[in-house]
C-alpha cells in the first residue's frame, strides 16, 4: 500500500525581502532527508512554500522552521517545494542553509 502524502502550505513576508537570481535544486528524497526546489516568482515579496511529506502532525514544527529560515535569509519573490521522506527539523534547517548557500554562490 502506498503512503499518503500530505501537502502543506505557507506563506512568509521577509521585513526587506530580497530576491534570488536563479532557481536552484538541491538535495534528494531519501529516507530521512529531503529536497530543496527555489524558485524565482513575482509575489509581492512573499515566499510561499509547500511541503509535501509522508509526516502527520507536524504542521506547526514546519511553519516555525519555514519561518526562522526566512526570518533569516530574508529571501522573498519565490516558490519553496520541499519533497521530504521523514527528515528531522534540524536536517530541514541544514537542508535550507544549504541551499541558501547555493544561491549565494551563484551570484558570485
Known amino acids: 500500500m502506498a503512503k499518503q502524502l500530505l501537502k502543506l502550505n505557507f506563506e ?13 535544486h538541491y538535495g534528494v528524497v531519501g ?13 509581492a515579496g512573499k515566499a510561499k512554500f509547500q511541503v509535501v511529506t509522508p509526516v502527520v502532525g507536524y504542521d506547526q514544527v514546519w511553519e516555525k522552521v519555514l519561518g526562522r529560515f526566512i526570518d533569516e535569509s530574508n529571501l ?10 521523514n527528515a528531522t ?5 541544514i ?10 554562490a551563484m551570484k558570485a
Do not use: Y
Not at 76 to 85: A, F, K, L, P, T
Open 31 to 43: 529516507s530521512g532527508d529531503m529536497e530543496v526546489i527555489i524558485e524565482k516568482k513575482d509575489l
Open 76 to 85: 522573498g519573490n519565490i516558490s519553496v517545494e520541499i519533497n521530504d521522506n
Open 95 to 104: 537542508r535550507l542553509r544549504q541551499a541558501l548557500a547555493e544561491l549565494a
Open 12 to 24: 512568509f513576508k521577509a521585513e526587506q525581502p530580497m530576491p534570488i537570481k536563479e532557481s536552484l
Open 89 to 93: 527539523p534540524e536536517v530541514v534547517s
